[in-house]
């Protein structure tokens, strides 16, 4: 059976409570839900935490992610927010392990690891985001830091859990650069991922798996990507701000 395509736009700390809401009108003044159907895609974006509650509200069908979580379901972690907290206003997807967390905040595959359990305990989906810097393409080294990526991040996650889980493929020096990895680049690394998880969770898993690639993806380079066999989607930054250009990413799937 083929894999739908997946389309999510991750804010990062852009966007204030009106901006998003204003946004999620759009969305549906334009009825992009209906064209995502049409092409048999998921549409989902991942606002900041402040702004979840009125994005789920507005959401109109859009499926809504929180950027991060913290393992524990509660206790003295000032300034973080747990699963149950966002299960409470109605969050069922959470990003993890977005580079910009593992670079600022320390998360390593490790602490993916626990955050990804607590969530599929809990009933969540996942975005699990991995890549390597620009010096360690330089040097070669992609696959072995994808494979430490995949294998910790989804340490004990069971067979029955990772149909929870969606994989992005995202380079960091392609992160809000400008410099894409040429479609070859994410075809292979996202084929090699994919290979990953047959070996983890055998064949049917691996085929059912979406894998998605972020860095750069724009109204003009999305196409490029979703004719890769191994690329099922894209996680966009910048262009999935503005509601003109989402739709446009949308349109050019
Ligand atoms: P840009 O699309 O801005 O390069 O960001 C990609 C990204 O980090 C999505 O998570």
């Given amino acids: ?21 204003r946004f999620c009108e759009d969305v549906k003044n334009d009825s992009l839900l209906k064209i995502a159907r049409s092409k048999g895609v998921l549409l989902g974006v991942a606002p900041s935490f402040l702004s979840l509650q009125q994005v789920k509200r507005h959401a109109h069908g ?34 993890i392990g977005h580079s910009e967390r593992r670079t600022y905040d320390n998360d390593t595959s490790f602490v993916c690891n626990r955050k990804i359990k607590t969530l599929v305990k809990n009933g969540f989906h996942v975005v699990y ?6 010096k360690e393409y330089e040097e070669g080294l992609t696959k072995d830091i994808v494979k430490e990526q995949i294998l910790v991040g989804l340490m004990n996650v069971s067979k029955e859990d990772i149909s929870k889980i969606v994989i992005a493929y995202e380079p960091v020096w392609s992160i809000g650069t400008g410099k894409n990895a040429s479609s070859e680049i994410a075809e292979d690394v996202c084929s090699y991922i994919r290979s990953l998880i047959e070996k983890l969770y055998g064949k ?24 890769q066999e191994n690329v099922d989607g894209a996680l966009v930054g910048g262009a999935s701000l503005k ?3 989402f739709k446009e990413l949308l349109e050019n799937i």
């Avoid at 985001?129 to 620009?134: D, K, M, N």
């Avoid at 085929?207 to 196409?223: D, F, Q, T």
């Fill in 1 to 21: 059976m083929a894999r739908k395509k997946f389309l999510m736009g991750n804010w990062k700390m852009n966007h204030t409570i009106a901006e998003a809401i």
């Fill in 62 to 95: 859009l499926i809504v992610a929180s950027q991060d979580c913290h393992y524990e379901d509660h206790g003295a972690y000032t300034s973080s927010v747990s699963v149950p907290m966002l299960n409470e206003i109605g969050i069922n997807w959470s990003i």
């Fill in 129 to 134: 985001c991995v890549g390597e810097t620009l």
């Fill in 204 to 227: 049917v898993a691996a085929s059912k798996i979406l894998i998605l690639y972020g860095g750069s993806v724009k109204p003009n380079n999305i196409h490029e990507y979703l004719l």
């Fill in 243 to 245: 509601s003109e250009s």
